[in-house]
């Protein structure tokens, strides 16, 4: 998580994004925009780094072939490496964002760029770099007076509250890609920005071993669990993995298929080469321990649905927090006189 309170904007640029498909060009500053305006500057400063405060989840600047021939990690060291290449390597930034703007869906926008100082990251301060692209204009209202008539019109403007898409790019672990935050809130192209513009993957840290091994938990129950012991199974699996991380400051994956599937030898055993298969097509390596990122386990329970939803439009709804409860109070049947299957539900009251 990044510190800012002695952080500053030591440059910021304008430019305007086109689209290739629509050939619209982009149209470039030559100067920096002037923030000696108090409110301005307070207004641009939030906008642009209050997002990234409470972000966890880091990726790195990657490439198949070579990190050096990532453009946006290229123009970035040039930036840090001498900041008077600033203005020069935003229009670069811009052209190479506009590249990448060759179907109709991407919108045209606008793209500001700024230089900061003293970002504090993992205990030391350093230099970034932010990069957002404003596609979306909100309408708000404007008061006009004409002599004594004050009438009411509609303006479109930047909602410094909602950004479109965003990265910053910390200048701190060069040789892994640096370290990148990203955002991009109109994902109607994911690959888009993260992949074809930025270029990035997560970096192999303990926030992204817990967003990993969590996914591969959800779809593992997706396609074994689910598929061979049935909906009310898959709930209780996903319920004790999240348990499991919940109670647990440092995570060990052996520890976890010892302790998730006790009295189901061939369940973990699909498990382990489940988790093998997933490491080979993910391309990554779990750790025998990593400590638990509790603002990503947060974030992926918003994710996991604990819905049991049935042909007869009627849906049960599991609590997640309570892995005994359906174990418990949900019994499942088949009724030979209506030849269908049953779930009987056991309360004391209704809430």
Not at 18 to 44: A, P, R, V
Request: charged share 30%; proline share 2%.
């Amino acid at each position: 998580m990044i510190q800012t309170e002695e952080t500053f904007i030591s440059q910021t640029i304008l430019h305007k994004i086109g689209n290739k498909h629509t050939e619209t060009e982009n149209i470039y500053s030559e100067s920096l925009l002037n923030t000696e305006d108090e409110e301005l500057y307070k207004l641009l400063f939030s906008m642009s780094l209050k997002p990234f405060g409470k972000i966890n989840e880091f990726y790195n600047f990657q490439h198949a072939t070579h990190l050096s021939m990532n453009e946006m990690f290229t123009y970035c060291a040039e930036t840090f490496d001498d900041p008077n290449t600033f203005i020069e390597n935003s229009k670069h930034i811009a052209q190479h964002l506009f590249e990448q703007s060759s179907y109709p869906q991407i919108k045209t926008g606008d793209l500001i760029a700024s230089y900061f100082s003293d970002i504090f990251i993992k205990g030391e301060l350093v230099d970034a770099i932010g990069i957002i692209k404003i596609e979306k204009r909100t309408p708000f209202f404007q008061t006009f007076k004409e002599g004594n008539e004050i009438s009411l019109g509609i303006d479109k403007g930047i909602n410094p509250g909602k950004l479109d898409k965003a990265c910053l790019i910390l200048n701190t672990e060069k040789e892994n890609g640096f370290t990148v935050l990203t955002i991009d809130n109109n994902n109607y192209d994911a690959a888009y920005w993260k992949q074809h513009f930025l270029g990035i993957d997560y970096a192999d840290d303990d926030n992204a071993q817990t967003k990993h091994f969590l996914d591969m938990c959800k779809s593992f129950s997706n396609t074994v669990v689910k598929e061979e012991l049935g909906k009310q199974e898959q709930a209780e699996f996903l319920s004790t993995t999240l348990g499991y991380f919940a109670e647990k400051d440092v995570a060990s994956p052996k520890e976890f298929e010892e302790s998730v599937f006790e009295h189901n030898d061939s369940i973990r055993n699909a498990f382990i080469e489940y988790k093998e298969l997933f490491e080979e097509k993910k391309q990554i390596d779990f750790w025998d321990e990593f400590e638990v990122s509790n603002s990503v386990l947060e974030s992926q329970k918003r994710k996991i649905k604990s819905e049991i939803k049935l042909d007869t439009h009627i849906q049960i709804k599991l609590d997640l927090e309570n892995p005994s409860s359906s174990k418990e109070y949900l019994e499942k049947g088949f009724d030979e006189e209506k030849q269908m299957h049953f779930y009987k539900v056991y309360f004391n009251n209704e809430l």
